[in-house]
């Protein structure tokens, strides 16, 4: 007998993963003779004719028994990949608000003869722009470029750091979104859809693959600058299990608030608290059939396990000044994101599967030099030091590491205050921009991609956000078109329904 598939009542949609070398879920024996189909009959009949509730209830557990309802019992346990990946973990430098690709990473030196005209008709045409419009002036960077390392990757003088680092990372200049403003164009990075209530990068890479750490988060998000726009949106597990959400850290104190027992309060008293608690989790469980209580119960686990865990983390005294020096740790300008990079070093060297830095503050419509020096001056050495820190360590042929930001800015100027000249900036821009990626597979010391003379359209290979995405769950051994949920009725995955592995970027 087929049994029917009923939606799970806390999540809206029956948790399927696919499961990986597993093998069927078992089912219950479909023989039996006359007294068998006796008392399954009466089963019937009573769940039939019973109230509500309690048919409810009882179906529900048989369900769970036959594990159409069923979660792992500790999600993050570690699962096998669909074929051998490049890489173990994932650090996302996410830049947040669009960092201008034109003063970073993109040499356009012919723009210096169209610079203060208006940008001519034809490649106007129907652009979309958020603020300014299509025939609004050109602006050349004023940033002088350096070619840099035997790959001759060209780099401005904003990036000394990342620059020297050349050889190790492979520099994609044509990006493409199709989200023009921020909040939508971070969930579509994060989420690969532009929709409120889908689950992250972070939280699909831990449903499909679990977490080597047992003591700490499988996804941690660490916050410095003005933050995201899309906030929580882009570390949520959506509607995954709440178990494969993003645990945000704080870089000074206790990583997550209320972590440390209150005085008098011993762990051997906590422990007894979650033993009994656990217990009556599990009661629950087992009426409803509700695989969230799995979640609950793993977090209170995950939650008493941390407080040893977490403290010796945050401790760096065991690191060498050197290290200290090169992240900038002490600097006014890079302590903060020099602490969080540091930090994500020590996470996936601990296990930890997933983890996203959040850098704001990249949003420059106005005062676009003053802006982006200070937002380079606080992440360049950083990130230069976190790509070299674990080349020494070991750990880059197995830690992808991605940094960029929702999307590009224009080659136009945005000028609110014309009297001003220190006043100007750049538009948001989807069309065109530019990341960067390093270890766990990618193919380094090259650049993908081209875009035309204005910067404006790409003319050679096209990245999309959805490939991009497919080319990260490449790296970790996921191929993005298994890698699915049912939710209200369909298969979602992370690229939705697009989506394609590069396999210029990988080795």
């Known amino acids: 007998m087929t049994r029917p598939r009923l939606a799970n009542h806390a999540r809206g949609g029956v948790l399927r993963r696919k499961r990986l070398n597993r093998g069927p879920v078992p089912r219950p024996s479909q023989h039996g003779g006359t007294a068998d189909r006796h008392v399954v009959g009466a089963r019937r009949s009573f769940l039939l004719d019973s109230a509500c509730g309690l048919g409810g209830i009882a179906l529900a557990s048989l369900f769970a028994e036959d594990g159409l309802f069923a979660a792992d019992p500790d999600p993050m346990l570690p699962r096998d990949p669909h074929f051998a990946p490049t890489a ?279 005062e676009l030099e003053k802006g982006i020096e200070k937002e380079t001056l606080a992440t360049d050495k950083p990130a230069g030091a976190l790509i070299a820190d674990l080349e020494q360590r070991g750990l880059l042929d197995s830690t992808l590491v991605v940094w960029g930001g929702e999307f590009g800015r224009t080659p136009m100027v945005e000028d609110r205050t014309p009297s001003r000249e220190a006043s100007r900036g750049r538009d948001h821009h989807r069309l065109a921009f530019s990341m960067w990626l390093a270890g766990g597979g990618i193919r380094a010391g090259q650049s993908v991609g081209e875009t035309d003379d204005f910067g404006l359209r790409v003319t050679e290979a096209p990245v999309a956000v959805n490939d991009l995405q497919a080319t990260i769950l490449h790296c970790l051994g996921l191929d993005h078109t298994r890698l699915t949920f049912r939710h209200q009725g369909r298969d979602f995955r992370l690229t939705d329904v697009s989506g394609r592995v590069v396999r210029q970027l990988l080795v």
């Open 88 to 366: 173990k973990s994932v650090i996302f430098l996410f830049q947040s608000g669009g960092p201008s690709q034109l003063d970073l990473f993109d040499h356009k030196p012919s723009m210096r003869r169209w610079d203060g005209q208006a940008l001519p008709p034809t490649l106007a045409g129907d652009l979309e722009l958020a603020f300014i419009q299509p025939d609004s002036k050109i602006w050349a960077s004023p940033r002088q470029f350096h070619r840099y390392g035997d790959s001759g990757t060209a780099f401005s003088d904003l990036l000394p750091h990342t620059a020297r680092r050349a050889d190790d990372i492979c520099v994609v200049r044509s990006m493409t979104t199709n989200q023009i403003n921020h909040h939508t164009g971070q969930l579509m990075m994060a989420c690969g859809t532009p929709f409120v209530g889908h689950p992250s990068m972070g939280a699909w890479a831990l449903y499909g693959l679990g977490s080597e750490s047992r003591d700490l988060p499988g996804f941690v998000v660490l916050n410095s600058g003005s933050g995201a726009d899309a906030g929580s949106g882009i570390w949520s597990s959506g509607f995954l299990p709440s178990s494969y959400q993003g645990v945000p850290f704080r870089s000074k104190g206790d990583p997550v608030l209320h972590l440390s027992n209150p005085p008098g309060y011993t762990t051997e008293s906590q422990r007894a608290r979650l033993d009994v608690l656990r217990d009556l989790n599990e009661m629950h469980r087992s009426l409803s059939g509700d695989p969230e209580v799995d979640a609950r119960i793993a977090s209170y686990e995950l939650a008493f396990r941390m407080q040893m865990a977490a403290p010796e983390l945050l401790d760096f005294s065991g690191e060498s000044r050197a290290t200290v020096e090169a992240y900038g740790l002490e600097e006014e300008a890079t302590g903060a994101f020099g602490r969080n990079c540091l930090l994500a070093r020590r996470l996936v060297e601990r296990g930890v599967r997933f983890v996203q830095l959040v850098h704001g503050s990249w949003d420059h419509h106005a």
